[in-house]
């Protein structure tokens, strides 16, 4: 089971970036993808999430004006796409893999996924990748 980031940069501020999350190992479409952001010295928030068997997403209100999350199923691909970048987007960003079925508690519900931090145990993570955004 792989899930590996890719697309972090250094970035200046009202730049854009595209994040992707690969995956393999496990069948896509019976997970969400979450993707995550820790700043240092501050604990890990989450920002956005798709979940792969219907298709439904939800980001954070923070940013949910500025970044997308898409996913390829036949890829087996997850991106963040990223805009209008500030300076607090500074951040190594994770994707995470949860099956569907710990969604269910939730009625499917994506925002208490992404908003709660007693949110289900996710199956998978990846490594992170870097994004810096200067000023």
């Known amino acids: 089971v792989q899930l590996v980031e890719s697309g972090g940069a250094l970035v200046q501020v009202g730049g854009s970036l595209r994040l992707s999350c690969a995956a393999s190992?496990?069948?896509?479409?019976?997970?969400?993808i979450l993707w995550f952001r820790q700043a240092p010295g501050k604990e890990r928030e989450g920002v956005s999430c798709i979940n792969n068997s219907d298709g439904k997403t939800y980001t954070t209100d923070s940013v949910k004006d500025r970044f997308t999350i898409s996913s390829d199923n036949a890829k087996n691909m997850v991106y963040l796409q990223m805009n209008s970048l500030m300076v607090e987007d500074t951040a190594t960003y994770y994707c995470a893999a949860v099956h569907v079925s710990h969604l269910l508690p939730f009625n499917f519900n994506l925002r208490p996924i992404v908003d709660d931090p007693a949110r289900p145990h996710m199956n998978y993570w990846g490594r992170g990748t870097l994004v810096t955004v200067s000023s």
């Open positions: 190992g496990f069948p896509f479409e019976d997970y969400a």
